[in-house]
Nanobody
Framework: QVRLVESGGGLVQPGGSLRLSCAAH????????MAWYRQAPGKQRDLVAA???????DYTDSVKGRFTISRDNAQNTVYLQMNSLKPEDTAVYYC??????????????WGQGTQVTVSS
């Protein structure tokens, strides 16, 4: 059984910072791409940032220069450092990972979501 456990959300003022963490637990052979998505009320879930096992990253345009995705492969953990936060960053943030439980068996897993609210 594989699960992703997120932490680090909360309430922050505009211009502030938060760091999200997501740790994968269970019978894991290896983890390929890890990513963060977000979903604001009434909107679809959108990709925020992604990182491959080799460390290549990709960001949606609205967070470039403000957010940084990183990972610790030894700890099966992905992070999202969010700086210069804006009210429009308010959303539930979900981590996702493509996890191999054996050489050939891979599935996409999702965390439970963590609320980020940017408000004065």
């Amino acid at each position: 059984q594989v699960r992703l456990v997120e932490s680090g959300g909360g309430l922050v003022q505009p211009g502030g910072s938060l760091r999200l963490s997501c740790a994968a637990h269970g019978s894991i052979f290896r983890i390929a791409t890890m990513a963060w998505y977000r979903q604001a009320p009434g909107k679809q879930r959108d990709l925020v940032a992604a990182i491959t096992s080799g460390g290549s990253t990709d960001y949606t345009d609205s967070v470039k220069g403000r957010f940084t995705i990183s990972r610790d492969n030894a700890q099966n953990t992905v992070y999202l450092q969010m700086n210069s936060l804006k009210p429009e960053d308010t959303a539930v943030y979900y981590c996702s990972a493509e996890i191999y439980t054996s050489v050939l068996r891979a599935s996409d897993y999702w965390g439970q979501g963590t609320q980020v609210t940017v408000s004065s």
